[in-house]
Nanobody
C-alpha cells in the first residue's frame, strides 16, 4: 500500500494509556514517525525512528510516549502513557525517504500520510 493506515485512537481518561498502530509500506521509506494536530493548531512532530537508530521525541511527550516498529509486518506503534488533556489531537502516521529534507520531526521530511486517528483525553 502507498497510504499508511492508523488505528487505535479512542477517548481515554487523564492518566491512562493508549497504543496506536500504523500499517505502512517500507519501499523506499526508511523514515517513519507520528504527528498530531490539535484543533486550531498546526501539525507537529511527536516521535520518529529511522532504521535502528535511537528514536526522536518532542519534549512534551518525552518519557511518556514510546515509538517502535515491527519490521517483518511493517507496523509502526506509538505507546502513549500518562496521558494528559494536552495530548488530545488527531494523530497521523507518516513515512518518508532516508535522505534529509527537513528533519525527522518536520512535516517536510515525509511524503506518505495516513488519514489520522482521533485521540481524546478527558479528566
Amino acid at each position: 500500500q502507498v497510504q499508511p493506515v492508523e488505528s487505535g485512537g479512542s477517548s481515554v481518561q487523564a492518566g491512562g494509556s493508549l497504543r496506536l498502530s500504523c500499517v505502512y509500506s517500507s519501499i523506499g521509506r526508511n523514515v517513519v514517525g507520528w504527528f498530531r494536530q490539535a484543533a486550531g493548531k498546526e501539525r507537529e512532530g511527536v516521535a520518529s525512528i529511522v532504521g535502528f537508530s535511537t528514536p526522536t521525541y518532542t519534549d512534551s511527550v518525552l518519557d511518556r510516549f514510546f515509538i517502535s516498529k515491527d519490521n517483518e509486518k511493517n507496523i509502526l506503534y506509538l505507546q502513549m502513557n500518562n496521558l494528559i488533556a494536552e495530548d488530545t489531537a488527531m494523530y497521523y502516521c507518516a513515512a518518508g525517504p532516508w535522505f534529509w529534507r527537513g528533519g525527522v520531526l518536520n512535516t517536510a521530511q515525509y511524503d506518505y500520510w495516513g488519514q489520522g486517528t482521533q485521540v481524546t483525553v478527558s479528566s
